[in-house]
């Protein structure tokens, strides 16, 4: 079974879907911080495109009923390291504990010159 979810709040940029509902997880794909209101990146600090990521992930998770809660697994992509305390600051608040298991990792580029992409797996109660 291969069930997409979607949200309008979440934006793609190519060929695929926003999460696939395997029936036992659902697997959602990199968000960088999009503003739905204005379809552009969000302006401010990293700290401030971390929660749009996550508004927009926690958007689609809701399509298949889920909550932030049922988050097993993120993964974060930062254009700059020296942004991991403030990206810290921000995830810190997105999750009651105890919090997901996570890697973040520092990469050269994200689409629309974000500054951090996050993805993540929830498992479906």
């Given at each position: 079974?291969r069930?997409?979810?979607?949200?309008s709040?979440?934006?793609?940029?190519?060929?695929?879907?926003?999460?696939?509902?395997?029936?036992?997880?659902?697997?959602c794909?990199?968000?960088?911080?999009?503003d739905?209101?204005?379809?552009?990146?969000?302006?401010?600090?990293?700290?401030?495109q971390?929660?749009?990521?996550?508004?927009?992930?926690?958007?689609?998770?809701?399509?298949?009923?889920?909550?932030s809660?049922?988050?097993?697994?993120?993964?974060?992509?930062?254009?700059?390291?020296?942004?991991?305390?403030e990206?810290?600051?921000?995830?810190?608040?997105?999750?009651?504990?105890?919090?997901?298991?996570?890697?973040?990792?520092?990469?050269?580029a994200?689409?629309?010159?974000?500054?951090?992409?996050?993805?993540?797996?929830?498992?479906?109660?």
């Open positions: 079974m069930k997409p979810l979607s949200s709040t979440a934006s793609a940029i190519g060929p695929y879907s926003h999460a696939i509902d395997d029936g036992t997880h659902v697997f794909s990199g968000q960088t911080p999009i739905p209101a204005t379809g552009k990146l969000r302006e401010g600090t990293v700290g401030d971390t929660n749009q990521c996550f508004d927009n992930l926690f958007a689609v998770l809701a399509d298949g009923g889920l909550t809660d049922d988050v097993v697994k993120v993964n974060v992509y930062l254009t700059d390291m020296n942004d991991f305390a990206m810290n600051a921000a995830y810190t608040t997105r999750f009651t504990a105890p919090p997901p298991a996570r890697t973040t990792v520092g990469v050269a994200l689409p629309m010159a974000a500054r951090v992409e996050i993805e993540l797996v929830a498992k479906k109660r």
